[in-house]
């Protein structure tokens, strides 16, 4: 089976920085599109921003300048670095991948979600 597991978030202040990160694990043949979205309290899961395969990058306007994702094929991770963080950002943070497994099916696949409270 195929995972994802997303790890560094927590509580900080209107501010601060908080880096997150996300690793795949399993029977994994190739990694395509990899992904955060987040989903505020009483609101739609969005997209965050996205990083391809060859590394091409797109980023919500929301958090543009603010968040940077990057990804490393070797370790198959996925970080988010979130900095000048705002109350608006708070929310379960997931990480996603397009994933083909080692049987040549192609899905998407989705962290459990981590927890990021900014505070005023």
């Known amino acids: 089976q195929v995972r994802l597991v997303e790890s560094g978030g927590g509580t900080v202040q209107a501010g601060g920085s908080l880096r997150l990160s996300c690793v795949a694990s399993?029977?994994?043949?190739?990694?395509?599109?990899m992904s955060w979205h987040r989903q505020a309290p009483g609101k739609q899961r969005d997209l965050v921003a996205y990083?391809?395969?060859?590394?091409?990058?797109f980023s919500a306007d929301s958090v543009l300048g603010r968040f940077t994702i990057s990804r490393d094929n070797a370790r198959k991770t996925v970080a988010l670095e979130m900095n000048s963080l705002k109350p608006e950002d708070t929310g379960v943070y997931y990480c996603?991948?397009?994933?083909?497994?080692?049987?040549?099916?192609?899905?998407?696949?989705w962290g459990q979600g981590t927890q990021v409270t900014v505070s005023s």
């Open positions: 996603s991948a397009d994933v083909q497994t080692a049987d040549r099916v192609h899905s998407p696949y």
């Open positions: 399993g029977s994994i043949s190739e990694i395509y599109d």
């Open positions: 990083i391809t395969a060859g590394g091409r990058t």
